[in-house]
């Protein structure tokens, strides 16, 4: 059975950042231990209910997608066992799954997201504005409607418990160079494809996602933190997809409607979540797995 964990406790490590989902450690010679823990945060707030194995899926799909894509962009894995570096007395079972020992890098300080359809906040700026992040899109475009190309559009990362805030091309570059910008841009657009026709061939439609990148010490760049997951990603069922609707999905999204039904102001603290809601993220998440990766989690 899928292991449970809402926060990591690693006795003798540095804690360096304990973020919505995962909890980062600092390790000698410039690498980190990263742990998927099994909170959900949605709206930007983490939630007091653990979904049981979330983390260890949510690791496992990044995995797969880091060695699927490491011919486009190199990742910040090293393949270094995680057991070799946890405390002594520590449950390794309980990490084996869950947990990555990365490079050290400096975060390149944007979310960087690639929209293949109009959902989500980009629908509702098209809705405004008729354009996402700066881009003027066709007029007439409907609510989950592909694009006719996928485009970039970046975000701030926002600290735990505030918005990120949709930006434009020439923001990412006011903030870390012309160059570092188009480099951000390109591999985000060449993963998503990638993926994207990879999960069509799966029954699935990715329809956004968002990656982060940060660069080592002589600038080069790598894609890091999470790839392609549950969390990072709208993944909607190729033959329920259907234009005019929000269409269901492998992805937080049943939280996210679900928590719409509340009188809940999306500030902290998060509601509960009822056993069924739960159940059925985990449910949906293990879903995606086995489609996109073929893992199931024994």
Request: proline share 7%; charged share 20%; hydrophobic share 40%.
């Amino acid at each position: 059975m899928p292991t449970t964990l809402l926060q990591s406790d690693l006795p003798g490590l540095e804690l360096l950042h304990r973020g919505k989902v995962r909890d980062v450690y600092g390790l000698a010679d410039d690498h980190l231990l990263i742990v998927a823990t099994d909170r959900l945060s949605a709206f930007d707030v983490v939630l007091p209910d653990p979904i049981p194995g979330k983390g260890e899926m949510l690791c496992q799909i990044s995995n797969f997608w880091f060695d699927k894509t490491a011919h486009l962009v190199p990742n910040h894995l090293t393949g270094i066992d995680v057991a070799s570096v946890l405390p002594a007395g520590v449950d390794a079972n309980l990490y084996a799954k869950r947990a990555v020992v990365v490079k050290r890098l400096k975060p390149v300080p944007v979310e960087a997201i690639a929209r293949g359809y109009l959902i989500g906040s980009g629908w509702k700026d098209y809705q405004a504005n008729g354009s996402l992040c700066g881009i003027t899109l066709p007029k007439g475009l409907q609510q989950a409607q592909q694009l006719p190309q996928p485009i970039f559009t970046p975000s701030t990362k926002a600290p735990k418990g505030t918005h990120d805030e949709n930006i434009g091309f020439d923001e990412v570059v006011k903030l870390v160079g012309a160059d570092l910008a188009a480099q951000v841009r390109d591999a985000t657009l060449a993963i998503y494809r990638f993926a994207a026709a990879y999960a069509a061939g799966r029954g699935i439609i990715i329809a956004d996602t968002k990656f982060e990148f940060g660069t080592d010490a002589g600038g080069k760049l790598y894609v890091m933190d999470e790839m392609l997951t549950p969390d990072s990603s709208r993944f909607w069922p190729a033959d329920q997809y259907k234009v005019g609707i929000s269409p269901p999905s492998y992805d937080k999204q049943f939280v996210r409607d679900y928590l719409e039904t509340l009188d809940w102001n999306k500030r902290a603290p998060g509601p509960k979540l009822p056993h069924e809601v739960i159940d059925g993220t985990a449910a949906k998440y293990a879903e995606a797995l086995k489609k996109l990766a073929g893992i199931t989690l024994a």
